[in-house]
């Protein structure tokens, strides 16, 4: 018994010193030459090691830290044998492995954990030093083997260490240039072949050769489902294969590993394009038949789903023009012609009827979009098909039971919308046919308006095809019949002359859709009739001279009266007098709903996605982001006033690109009166969408000429309003922690937490929406006549009797003219003031253009009151932003105009000093001493530091957005209380005379 023990304690011993020598060689093992570990026998001894279940992870984690070493200038022989003695020791212990575990499903956690070592140590080598390998074709060809191996393996965890192996390889072989998408892994493997290195990138790629790439679609196709969505009963997956699942443990999550199965799909298609599409026809004829032998085939919908991504993937490949699909040989475009019309064949013979299946059904036959602009004579086969799909599902718009019918008659609709984008001219020859078919079905009742629009937008996109000639007669065609109804005076007269008549529209429910669909139809009228994004004034100003200009210039005139009526009415329902007297039910529709309070949260899956679509009780399709689907009226007029008030938006802010057809013809003060009248009573929110949908793209597009008439009536009455607003929910905010915003009224009360969150989130988007208006207006494209800062800087040294007027810049200086007209001027400039003191470091970069192209003004121009605002308010809110650490990303910028303010304006207007002086921890002689560095030098970067160094040492390093840029990259926002830097400059002047902005007031 005591020799046993002593034994026992021998064996213990030489263990410790086992896993000790381990952990020391371990230590080295990052960076002691890799030829000395070799030489010393310590790569053998670890490779030992790897047998013996006792020491083999530690010995696993001396290949993890080895296998990625580079290889180094000097010593490339012995650098080349070493690792390829590492190659060899790995690959015969994950031989091992993969024979012993092809033969036995089960596996213990051990066993993995080491497999899993040994697999991420091959990929590491595969990434950097395959190259060590790839001159043995033997070698190299059982290295690839084993990666195949473990990407077929049954253990998720293995497949997918190989999958990110793979996705390197094959980005490297055969998408040189593209070095973008997943980026697992640094691919750099083949580019350090020394010579020779397309010769042995080609040797490489007949090792993928077509065995391989089906074995790796084969697994890919099966792995692209979830393991909660598989129902037992259709044998289509390996039931051995471990699918993903929640309790994966890693860090990415479903649509990120499926993205990159994708990719990995997407790569052979390029290369093997004949193999990916037998392989991939293969795959959903198998599931199409075992569909049809099981009673309950809606229970196997994800087997079906999963197919339509890979399918859509792969013909997007093969037949996308960047490949030059029409190069490849004509034996192998026959073959492709073959597999994919055998396939189409079979998707348009099924017979599917439960709306599930026909939803799916459709989805695969867009996928076919890129085939059919090879092969367009299957296109009517599928046109024929998406019709009878349609016709066979129930018409029924109030039935619960057809929910499902009517979204797939929807996704029917999209599809044509899809082929039609994807198919190109080949769907000229059956226009025709199309309208004919939906002119019919319209006249029988049994398409409804929601599908009209879609397949209305379809015909849209086919009509750009075909040239602005077609546009204009698909156009007439498409909105004739709505104009009829959509200018008639009685309904306008009825809904829309007094609150009241909303409210009743609002009741009548079929009318209410109706409207809206016209309106939603305008929107994709105007989206997809030759609308370029992009435009100018100046480019609009000359090209669209003509009103025929733009296929809808024509239809504007008819088409934005009675909108401009409509949102003028929707306005209304939010003013006080208007609101106490509105039905329960309306009210409570005009309240933020939960899911936009969700999503301001963004409380993860709830978060609203963008431009996804649902389907309302009157089967008609509306953007999930505008609101969630529900049963009951108050969420459907919810959906309907946000839904109009969106799109009317848009169509306003897509008509101004038109130029002349929008600003010469519609009269301005029915637009004005439209969106201003009730601006005091809209919620931040609404002023959002506003301001970027409408307001944004007027200021860019409306002609020099017509500023006066549009700019001045409609910016003054948004920016009073904006200024007011921010200017009380920024000091609630800052002094109070609360932003009280208009939005939440009636919803929440108090100090819970997520409203204070969701206050805080609606005050930082209105402010910085306002603020990218306020960049708009410096942009340099609206300001073509404003001087250099080298041009303003000999201009400064001028007597104010020799310089330009302010008013000269009014007519082409979009900012001259704002700062020319007081009523726009106030306002704008005030915001400027509060945003350098409200913590948020996007407005503040996105306001300080503006405030940039305001001083240049300021020093070209002999007008005493902005100079006087410049050199006191602006230069003294500049310097307190700069306490403010959440402004530190734009400290720079705000030094640089301190900067050119002083340079250039201090010898006109003494405040600038003054303000200096005033800071607490600065003197005279301080003071002296900075302008005579200034005057030492004419470098701006030089005298920036100069300033900069004074205001740090005048202040007691108390500007925390100069002191934070040491040590902080990004700037978050961060609320504080305390706002003043030491003693505030306008106090310690003797001279009390009011100046700056307050003279202009």
Request: glycine share 4%.
């Amino acid at each position: 018994m005591e020799a046993g023990r002593e034994n026992m304690d021998i064996a213990k011993y030489h263990a410790a010193t086992v896993t000790a020598t381990l952990n020391a060689i371990n230590a080295y093992a990052e960076w002691a030459p890799l030829s000395d570990l070799a030489k010393f026998g310590i790569i053998h001894g670890c490779g030992f090691l790897l047998t013996s279940p006792d020491f083999r992870l530690h010995a696993c984690e001396f290949f993890k830290l080895v296998s990625p070493r580079k290889r180094p200038i000097d010593a490339t022989s012995e650098f080349d044998s070493a690792m390829r003695n590492v190659f060899e020791i790995l690959m015969n212990v994950s031989k091992q492995y993969l024979d012993e575990s092809s033969s036995n499903s089960s596996c213990n956690d051990s066993e993995l954990e080491f497999a899993e070592y040994t697999c991420e140590s091959l990929v590491s080598l595969g990434s950097t030093n395959l190259h060590c390998i790839s001159g043995d074709a033997t070698i190299l060809s059982f290295y690839l083997q084993q990666m195949l191996g473990f990407f077929r393996h049954f253990k998720l965890v293995l497949h997918y260490e190989s999958l990110r192996f793979w996705l390197a390889l094959l980005r490297d072989l055969m998408f040189k240039s593209k070095t973008a998408g997943v980026q697992d892994l640094s691919a750099d493997s083949l580019n350090a072949c020394p010579t020779n290195a397309d010769g042995e990138k080609r040797k490489m790629l007949a090792l993928v050769n077509d065995e391989v790439c089906s074995a790796i679609l084969d697994i890919s196709f099966q792995r692209m489902l979830r393991k909660e969505k598989v129902h037992p009963g259709l044998a289509l997956t390996d039931r051995s294969l471990e699918l993903w699942s929640d309790d994966f443990d890693s860090k990415v999550d479903f649509s990120q590993y499926r993205s990159r199965l994708l990719e990995l799909i997407r790569l052979i298609a390029s290369e093997k394009p004949l193999v990916t599409a037998t392989k991939a026809s293969n795959r959903i004829t198998e599931i199409i038949r075992s569909l049809l032998l099981v009673p309950a085939p809606t229970k196997h919908l994800a087997v079906i789903e999963s197919m339509h991504l890979a399918l859509e993937n792969v013909v997007g490949t093969i037949f996308d023009g960047s490949n030059e699909y029409g190069k490849i040989k004509t034996e192998a475009q026959l073959s492709l012609h073959q597999v994919f019309e055998g396939l189409l064949q079979q998707l348009i013979s099924l017979k599917w009827s439960e709306p599930e299946l026909v939803e799916v059904l459709g989805h695969y036959l867009d996928a076919f979009g890129p085939f059919l602009r090879y092969y367009p004579d299957a296109v009517g086969s599928v046109i024929n098909k998406l019709f009878e799909l349609l016709n066979s599902l129930p018409f029924m718009v109030k039935d619960p039971s057809t929910s499902s019918a009517r979204r797939a008659r929807l996704q029917i609709c999209t599809s044509f919308i899809r082929i039609a984008k994807a198919a190109n001219e080949s769907l000229l020859p059956h226009m025709k046919g199309i309208a004919s078919t939906m002119t019919y079905l319209r006249n029988e009742g049994v398409l409804l308006r929601a599908e009209q629009n879609l397949l209305g937008e379809a015909f849209l996109v086919m009509a750009a095809s075909a040239g602005d000639q077609q546009q204009h007669e698909v156009l007439l065609w498409l909105l004739e019949p709505l104009s009829k109804q959509w200018i008639q005076a009685e309904w306008q007269d009825a809904y829309l002359s007094n609150p009241t008549g909303l409210v009743q529209l609002c009741a009548e429910t079929q009318y209410m859709w109706s409207i809206f669909h016209m309106v939603t139809f305008f929107e994709k009228a105007l989206k997809r009739s030759g609308f370029r994004k992009g435009s100018s004034s100046s480019d609009n100003s000359s090209k669209t001279n003509s009103p025929t200009a733009h296929p809808m210039a024509s239809h504007l005139l008819w088409l934005l009266p009675p909108l401009l009526k409509l949102l003028r009415s929707i306005h209304s329902l939010w003013s006080p007098s208007v609101s106490q007297a509105l039905p329960s039910e309306i009210k409570a529709a005009m309240i933020m709903s939960d899911v936009e309070r969700i999503s301001l949260l963004g409380e993860g899956k709830h978060k609203l996605p963008h431009k996804a679509g649902i389907t309302f009780t009157d089967g008609s399709q509306f953007d999930i982001g505008k609101e969630a689907c529900s049963e009951s009226n108050e969420a459907d007029i919810r959906n309907w006033l946000r839904g109009i008030r969106d799109s009317g938006y848009s169509i306003l802010g897509l008509s101004t690109t038109l130029g002349d057809s929008f600003f010469r013809c519609i009269e301005s003060h029915s637009v004005i009166l439209s969106l201003m009248e009730n601006i005091q009573y809209m919620e931040f929110r609404h002023i959002k969408q506003l301001v970027h949908l409408v307001l944004v793209p007027l200021v860019k597009c409306c002609p020099q000429d017509l500023w006066e008439m549009w700019l001045e009536n409609i910016l003054h009455p948004l920016l009073l309003h904006a200024w007011q607003a921010l200017s009380c929910s920024w000091s609630s905010l800052l002094l109070e922690g609360i932003a009280k915003v208009p939005d939440l009224h009636g919803i929440l009360a108090g100090s819970d937490l997520k409203v204070e969150v969701m206050e805080e989130k609606l005050l930082r988007d209105l402010t910085r929406e306002i603020c990218s208006l306020f960049s708009v207006l410096a942009a340099p494209g609206l300001n073509t006549t404003l001087p250099s800062l080298e041009q303003a800087a000999q201009i400064s040294h001028m007597d104010d009797s020799s310089m330009h007027d302010l008013n000269a810049f009014a007519c082409s200086s979009m900012a001259g003219f704002v700062l020319n007209n007081k009523s726009v001027a106030i306002p704008a400039l005030k915001i400027c003031l509060g945003a350098f003191g409200w913590t948020d470091s996007e407005a503040v970069s996105k306001v300080s253009s503006f405030c940039g192209v305001v001083v240049l003004l300021a020093i070209s121009t002999n007008n005493v009151e902005l100079r006087e605002f410049v050199c006191k308010d602006l230069f003294a809110a500049m310097i307190q932003g700069l306490s403010l650490e959440s402004n530190a990303f734009i400290s720079s910028d705000l030094v640089g105009y301190c900067r050119e303010i002083f340079i250039y304006l201090s010898k006109r207007d003494p405040t600038p000093r003054q303000i200096l002086l005033s800071l607490p921890y600065i003197t005279l002689q301080d003071l002296l001493t900075f302008e005579e560095a200034l005057t030492k030098t004419g470098s701006p970067k030089e005298q920036k530091q100069h300033l900069k160094s004074l205001l740090i040492m005048a202040t007691g390093n108390n500007l925390k957005a100069l002191a934070a840029q040491k040590s902080v990259n990004v700037i978050t926002n961060v609320s504080m209380r305390s706002r003043n830097v030491g003693t505030a400059p306008e106090q310690s002047r003797e001279d009390g005379d009011p100046i700056g902005l307050a003279a202009i007031l």
